[in-house]
């Protein structure tokens, strides 16, 4: 039994669905029949039913809905027998191929689209042609119960169509994914028009047929009381002395229908005013014996056939007449006018309906090609922004699209930040690499000159110390000596200098590649930059302004040294743009922009020239000669980029000044 429950699962649940909704249908089936149908009083659910159709109204109900219970088990076991066949496959996907499994998805999403016109269009039909042979007739009963049938169902096979694919989105859902293809493709506009279409048809339908059952309750009230009375008047002040003189009187009573007619029963015999045999149902004539003189001389032709009769008893010779008028309650003209307006109620929904499903769904297929452009484009800048053309949930879809959109390039800004920063500290390391070889080759030779100028200082003592032989010249060895002494003092001097600068920059290279992250505020780092740069700027008689826009509290994150490197760097350059002439000032600011701290060195020197701009940063360029080496400023951007995630630019006009800015993200 559990094995039973596991392998129908779903079947299960989709049947007691089924259940549960049918119940509710047949108690309004049971309920709304007769009053949609206008079934003669006293007649349903008694004996006198179960005489006419040897079978009471509740038994007929309750075979009705076993009939349409049946009919959705069969169609449903059928069109879900592939997950019976793949009832493992959210268990175990990798057990099967790929087409395997969109072969399943395309079921699951086509399946709830074929049991709704299946279990809707099948009953209706099943029902309506059991009906019209079980009374013998095609009318407008036989409509008036297809239209009632098929509303009723259409509304109850709707939520059970919602049900179904909920469940089945469900099992879509644990699918894996894929790119979808060879999946089949649908529409927003279907979706629509299987949830809305089928809700506004019934509410035309039912309209209509309400409206026709109103209508056709108070034309048969009114025309029986017209008729009724014109046959008791009529009874009321003349004396019937035969048959002949009762036909002859009866002709009398004005007609309203082109198809109503009078007629006169006796002894079970129905004849017309031309004493013509004519022939009327057996139900007719039933309810014309049992049931119409309770109900004042009103007789039903059948349950819901719009057909009746106005009936009296008259006595003529001691013998019992009935005498009746047989009456349609609507003309074909109101039947006509009916079918016309529903027509064209239906024509007008159909169009809105596809017209407001048109509109919605180029609002979704709107955002959904921006996002396949998002996914597909790389140069997502391109793409622009959705305009807002309405306030609604598509309202919020585009918002949100829009705020992905921004995300998305932020997102990029940054992978391309990052990119660049990775680069910059490979770039860093590489360069403190090739900068720590060169200086251990460098200082190796150097350290050998300085060993062989040592050993040239010994050799030149002891040479000088043959200044007493007498048999040598003591003035040109003394001389001799003295030079070679001066020049050994100067090679001294050069590589101690020499091997000074490779060590400083040895040391400087070895931390190109390290950082110490720490959080700091700017406090510290204008104390840092001061102490440092003080006996410079003292010596060169320059005057730093230092101007703080930003609480000095304010915190920043990174490698403290090398931003004050950075700066002090920038603060010698400013220093040794002066020649003197100009005012013998450097600004430093420190304020904040958006979300960035920008701190910037301005001097009043002599400006960059426009080669010098234009490989400023990009290569070890220097306006120094052979003063300078142009390493300071192409380390101080590597060095802002790499380990700060900032920027460097500047600003500079000849005879002007320079400013730089260095830009930190806070």
Known sequence: MKNFFKKYNIQLKLLFALTLGLVVLSTIYYFLIPMILNYPEGTYGTYFQKEVENTDYITQVLLISLAIFSIFAILTFWKTKFLIKYKDLIEYPNRYSIKEINYVKNKLLTVPYSLFLLNVIIPSIALTVIHAFTIHQLGITTLKLFILVFSLMTLYVTSVFIYTSN???????????????????????KRIFYNIAPLILVSILFTSLLGYSIVSIKTGNSLFETYHNSLTYLTSFNKFSSLDDLKNQLQTISIL????????????????????????????????????????????????????????????????????????????????YFSISFIILVLINIIILALFAKSLSSDIKIISSSFSSMAKNNDIDIIQPLALTSNDEIGKLIIAYNQIQKLTKDNIQQIHNNQETLMERERLASLG???????????????????????????IKEYDSSIDDPEVNSLDHHDIAKDMNSWIVKIREYTSYMSDIITAVKGQAVTLSETENISFDIEELIKRVDILMKHELKNALVYLNVSLKVPEYT?????????????????SNAIQSYNGTHEQKIDLVVEKQDNNLVISIKDYGCGLAENVKEKLFTEMITTKGKNGTGLGLYMSYSTIKAHFGGDIKFESKIGQGTTFFIILPL
């Open 257 to 336: 229908g082109k198809e109503d007619f009078i007629f006169i029963k006796h002894n079970n015999t129905y004849i017309d005013v031309n004493g013509k045999e004519i022939q009327v149902s057996k139900f007719f004539d039933k309810y014309l014996k049992e049931l119409s003189n309770s109900n004042n001389g009103r007789v039903y032709e059948y349950y819901g056939i719009d057909c009746q009769g106005a009936t009296i008893n008259i006595e003529i010779n001691n013998e019992i007449y009935t005498i009746g008028i047989y009456f349609y309650i609507l003309s074909t003209d109101i039947l006509l």
């Open 555 to 571: 915190k920043l994150t990174g490698d403290i040294n090398s931003l004050v490197q950075v700066i002090n760097n920038m603060i």
């Open 167 to 189: 469940i089945f989105k469900q099992l879509l859902i644990k699918l894996p994914y894929d790119d979808t293809i060879g999946l089949r493709k649908d529409s927003l506009k």
């Open 433 to 459: 690499q090739l900068i720590g070889g060169i200086a251990h080759n460098l200082k190796t030779p150097i350290m050998s000159i300085s060993g062989a100028a040592e050993g040239l200082s010994d050799l």
